[in-house]
């Protein structure tokens, strides 16, 4: 059996993090840029690769910004689940040993 240390405000903190770092790579979106590039530059081959470059930007940021948010959410259902456990334990001990 191993031992888990739970710190909340680390724990706060990460989740914050991600959830950060979800908002911030969703307002990080170039395919509309791109796709105004691709246009402005002549040629058929380049307007589509711009093209197909900014859908895959958007696909990959999106994906990205997914994945933070349910870290950001497991992290905190986490704290949650620690800190339950933890003032059961305490309320359990308060049985054995007496409220101090």
């Known amino acids: 059996m191993s031992d888990i240390h739970v ?16 908002r911030d790579v969703r307002s990080a979106d170039s395919a509309e840029h791109l796709g105004r590039a ?23 940021t999106t994906s990205a910004a997914d994945s933070a948010e349910r870290l950001s959410a497991q992290i905190e259902d986490a704290l949650r689940e620690a800190q339950m456990a933890d003032a059961a334990v305490a309320a359990d001990a308060g049985k054995v040993m007496g409220r101090r």
């Open 7 to 22: 710190v909340p405000g680390d724990m706060k903190a990460a989740a914050a993090v991600a959830a950060d770092a979800q």
């Open 38 to 60: 691709g246009a402005a530059i002549p040629g058929a081959e380049s307007v589509a690769a711009l093209t197909d470059l900014g859908n895959r930007w958007t696909d990959q």
